[in-house]
């Protein structure tokens, strides 16, 4: 499976950007996607995921999006309102089941986006 990020970019604060990424290869049983960041210094952090459930972090509940395109194999991380501690790079991801409760997890290159005050 190999994943394909877009549309990062520099965007002032209370603004808004949409990420997209395509799954391309053996993607018939992919059984989630989703979104992580990681920020200058930090730790890779869990953003959004669209699986059997739809979830987000707390800190970005209710002003990002994510869904999936089932037929384009594309998630989209829909992102509004925002601030300049959304500033990172996002990395996209795809999980590929091996068993119960098991997967091999893939992921893109990642897309920066920066937020400025």
């Known amino acids: 499976v190999q994943l394909q990020a877009s549309g990062g970019g520099l965007v002032q604060a209370g603004g808004s950007l949409t990420l997209s990424c395509v799954a391309s290869?053996?993607?018939?049983?992919?059984?989630?996607m989703g979104w992580y960041r990681q920020a200058p210094g930090k730790e890779r952090e869990f953003v959004a995921s669209?699986?059997?459930?739809?979830d987000y972090a707390d800190s970005v509940k209710g002003r990002f999006t994510v869904s999936r395109d089932m037929y384009r194999k594309t998630v989209y991380l829909q992102m509004n309102n925002l601030k300049p501690e959304d500033t990172a790079v996002y990395y996209c991801?795809?999980?590929?089941?091996?068993?119960?409760?098991?997967?091999?997890?893939?992921w893109g290159r990642g897309t920066q986006v920066t937020v400025s005050s």
């Open positions: 669209s699986g059997s459930s739809i």
């Open positions: 991801y795809a999980d590929w089941p091996l068993g119960v409760a098991v997967v091999d997890r893939y």
């Open positions: 290869g053996n993607t018939l049983s992919i059984n989630a």
